[in-house]
Structures are given as C-alpha cells and as structure tokens.
C-alpha cells in the first residue's frame, strides 16, 4: 500500500474513533438546579414635573419655558414618568 494512502485510512480511523463519544457518562442522572426567578418590584411613578406645571395650560408652558432656557448638553435628563400635559378647550392660543 502506498504510504500517502495508509496515511489517509490511518487519518480517517483516528477521526472516526473520537466522533460519537458522550463522556462523561457514569450512569448517574444530573438534576438541573432550581432556581427562584428574581422578584421585581413595579417602578413607582416619580417625575421630575411640578404639579404647578400639571394644573393648567398656562402653568404647563410656564415651566417649559423656565426648562429650555435653563437645559444645556450636559445636565441630566428630565424625568416625565406619568405627567399629562394639561388641556384646555375653552381659552383661544396665545399669539
């Protein structure tokens, strides 16, 4: 036989001999562990606007005002969380 054919026959039993192998199989069953999922609380409803704002339309846009000539790039956010806009469909807009 050639040698470069032997090597291939020899190279090819080595592969199919590793293949298939489980290990680590000693007839004991594995448990998987038990685990409690985490407990998460529900995020409580803060924001960052006054209730002055939150009253009327006049007051809402008062407060916008006093927020973009105050904000700057690197101040933190502003937290809204639950606050509404307030509406008003009675007064005429302001020119």
Known sequence: MKPKIA???????????????????????TVPPTTTPPTTTPPTATTDVPASAMASVDGFIAYLRQVLASSNEVSEPLLVGTAVAPTDETSEPAP
């Not at 090597?7 to 007839?27: F, K, Q, V």
Request: hydrophobic fraction near 50%; charged fraction near 10%.
């Open 7 to 29: 090597m291939t026959i020899l190279a090819a039993a080595l592969l199919a001999a590793g293949c298939g192998s489980g290990g680590g199989d000693d007839g004991v069953a």
